[in-house]
């Protein structure tokens, strides 16, 4: 929405998975029939066409052809020869420009206009930061509170509050201190707060950030607490939870729930782990980065296999229902590193590491002490590629070498170690994809609408691209609540959806969620063109805060336009969620085909009882849409990691159509003047018998 950034980011500069077994595994999961590309699909089918007898008749009429034969029965060979090339190019064109079933995507299943009941929407925030600054009722405590509140239950009142990681500082506020947390005084006053609000408690799901792991390798706080004792949805959770979230397995922080829409579908919500494996302080971070990096790194995100086979059973059984509508990934980190934030001008903290990253590093320890400096054998090596480059040491003593082997748990073929070093001694291995790549594929597979962050303290949506198949993910992060006091709101109406980043105590927030915003992401290839008729409608949430109410809204086209229609709420009943959807309608009859700008201007007036200064406040939103079929959308260029474009690497302004659809198109059409030309040369020559 207006004021954020959008963007499309490719991952070219991804090379082969590393981790072989990631790969075999990738593989076996396609080839044991999870859902994948319509490449995949339209494979099956050749291979199914390959192994069906039937198919045996065509070279069983090639075998008769080795005979002698009279001529009535070569006119009747050269007809079959031509009755083969006909049915060939069918089957061949059927296959190449069906449907596949990937493409009854859940994602681009949006109705428009559909209906106005059915709609729902969630609040997203991230990086709280309890203990960032000393004492109670600090300025994170404050914008939590008015979450858990004001905006969490009396004003917009959501479905779910989403909590992505840093609940806690590590830091207890102590000036110049750094977060090598975990500390229990923070964490008993995260548990303190969420529980004065007990009516949202069972809505609200919250997952660590590297804050929250920080020098904590069980989850427990090293008896401090820690999310496993007091994050709301820990496995050690003591708080009264009526409807618990469900684990597939015994990951701490990743679980997954669903929710019924008024269409009768249910939706995924499924918080993903991406923390490290180790449990680092950032003090070890710190000496790692000065051994071993280029630039400062916070910490290093991964995907283990693990998570992915977590991640792959609950997608998996999700979808396996015929009931299963869209799916939303949550996790702290990004998928590409991303620049550092502006409130924390550290020098040479210039970057906040992603799943992908060109410096990526991935860790465990040594689990016992060298006897041979060829072998070291790690706690866990999972996560490390079959051979690499890498650091060992302790402290100040550190040893560079590479391996040229891996058998399970132990790198073999070590060169370039020259010291010993004892079981507690840290081992770092170079990896640059550590989950992004797998993970793009499984939101791809899976039909996942969108990956949701924080971490960076950034407002932005985006999609990143797939390097070899060309996918793209949408990802909406999220900035820190602990400072301006960020959150977002995220609605679907009738499949479609829309966001905006607002800020607590900043009213009226304005969103509209019908139609889709062509531009959402920096071009939205979920979005849809609206016909040229008289009855397209537009909905929009307005939210005026405690003091106000919503009074009047209108539909606006362009910048200079004079109001197109009048909005009027949905529902007058108060109490339900509905009361803050507004709709209208626009006129399109008469408008040429082309991309026009909608704006919903809003006006709130002051209730009776406030104390206000202002009698009226006033908020608006812009989407972008396509009326009409002839729209030309431009497809941008792709960034490639690592280039700049400003001040971010990350962004640029940007829109996007679904080229690989117009790439097949245009093979099918060939495929067509192929097939025309094939029909008359099989005419003639049966002609000619």
């Known amino acids: 929405m207006s004021g954020e950034k959008h963007a499309i980011v490719n991952l070219e500069t991804f090379g082969r998975p590393d981790n072989v077994e990631n790969s075999v595994r990738s593989d076996m999961n396609r080839m044991a029939g999870i859902p994948g590309s319509g490449l995949n699909n339209r494979m099956s089918a050749i291979n199914t066409w390959h192994d069906n007898p039937e198919c045996y008749y065509f070279s069983g009429m090639i075998r008769r052809i080795e005979g002698d034969q009279n001529p009535r029965e070569a006119g009747t060979f050269q007809q079959s020869i031509a009755a083969i090339w006909k049915t060939a190019f069918l089957l061949f064109f059927f296959i190449l420009c069906m449907p596949s079933v990937s493409d009854a995507d859940a994602r681009n299943e949006a109705v428009y206009p559909g209906k106005n009941d059915n709609v729902f929407y969630f609040i997203h925030i991230s990086d709280i930061h309890i203990g960032a600054e000393s004492g109670e009722g600090s300025r994170a405590e404050k914008n939590f509170r008015d979450i858990l509140s004001d905006i969490g239950q009396k004003i917009i009142n959501p479905d779910a509050v989403v909590a992505t990681g840093d609940l806690t500082d590590g830091t207890t506020g102590e000036t110049l201190s750094i977060p090598d947390g975990p500390d229990k005084w923070e964490w008993n006053r995260y548990k303190d707060i969420v529980k004065d609000y007990p009516e949202i408690i069972k809505k609200f799901y919250d997952a660590p950030g590297n804050h929250d792991r920080y020098n904590d390798i069980s989850w427990n706080g090293e008896g401090a607490g820690g999310y496993k004792y007091s994050g709301v949805r820990g496995s050690e959770s003591d708080f009264s939870l009526p409807y618990p979230a469900i684990r597939s397995g015994d990951i701490e922080g990743q679980y997954s729930w669903t929710s019924p829409s008024p269409d009768g579908k249910e939706h995924l919500f499924f918080q993903v782990n991406t923390n490290d494996e180790v449990g680092l302080s950032f003090s070890e971070y710190q000496l790692i ?164 962050y924080g971490h960076t303290h950034y407002n932005s949506v985006y999609f990143v691209g797939h390097p070899d198949t060309q996918e793209k993910a949408m990802v909406i992060n999220t900035g820190a609540l602990k400072n301006d006091g960020s959150y977002r709101i995220i609605a679907v109406d009738n499949g479609a959806i829309s966001t905006t980043a607002a800020e607590v105590r900043k009213w009226p927030v304005v969103l509209i969620t019908s139609p889709a915003d062509r531009n959402l992401g920096g071009g939205n290839p979920y979005s849809f063109s609206i016909s040229q008729s008289g009855t397209n409608p537009v909905r929009a949430f307005i939210f005026c805060g405690s003091e106000y109410s919503a009074d009047s809204a209108g539909i606006y086209i362009g910048d200079e336009g004079g109001e197109a229609g009048a909005m009027h709420r949905v529902s007058e009943d108060k109490e339900e969620s509905l009361y803050h959807l507004w709709e209208g309608y626009w006129d399109t009859s008469s408008v040429p085909d082309g991309g026009y700008e909608i704006n919903v201007r809003a006006e709130c007036v002051k209730s009776e009882s406030s104390d206000a200064r202002d009698d009226f406040i006033t908020g608006s939103d812009t989407i972008t849409v396509n009326v009409g079929d002839n729209v030309h959308v431009e497809v941008p260029e792709t960034i490639k990691i690592g280039t700049s474009t400003g001040d971010s690497p990350c962004f640029v302004s940007a829109s996007v159509a679904n080229s690989s659809s117009l790439e097949l198109s245009g093979i099918c059409l060939l495929f067509i003047v192929f097939g025309v030309l094939i029909c008359l040369v099989s005419a003639r020559l049966g002609n000619s018998v």
């Open 289 to 452: 980065s000065i051994m071993t990096l280029e630039h400062f790194a916070s910490d290093m995100p991964v995907l283990s296999i693990r998570e992915f086979a977590d991640m792959d059973k609950t997608l998996s059984d999700f979808r396996s229902s015929p009931d299963s509508g869209l799916a939303f990934l949550f996790g702290h980190h990004s998928i590409v590193t991303e620049p550092q934030y502006q409130e924390l001008p550290i020098k040479g903290l210039d970057r906040m590491p992603g799943l992908y990253d060109d410096e990526g590093r991935v860790i465990s320890w040594l689990k016992k002490e060298i006897s041979s400096r060829s072998e070291l054998e790690l706690e866990d090596a999972t996560e490390f590629p079959d051979s690499g480059h890498g650091w060992i040491g302790k402290e100040i003593g550190w040893d560079e070498f590479k391996w040229d082997g891996k058998d399970g748990n132990r790198l073999t073929g070590c060169k370039g170690i020259l010291f010993d070093h004892s079981e507690d001694s840290l081992v770092i291995g170079e990896r640059d994809d550590r989950g992004a790549r797998e993970l793009i594929e499984y939101m791809t597979d899976y039909e996942v609408s969108v990956y949701i």
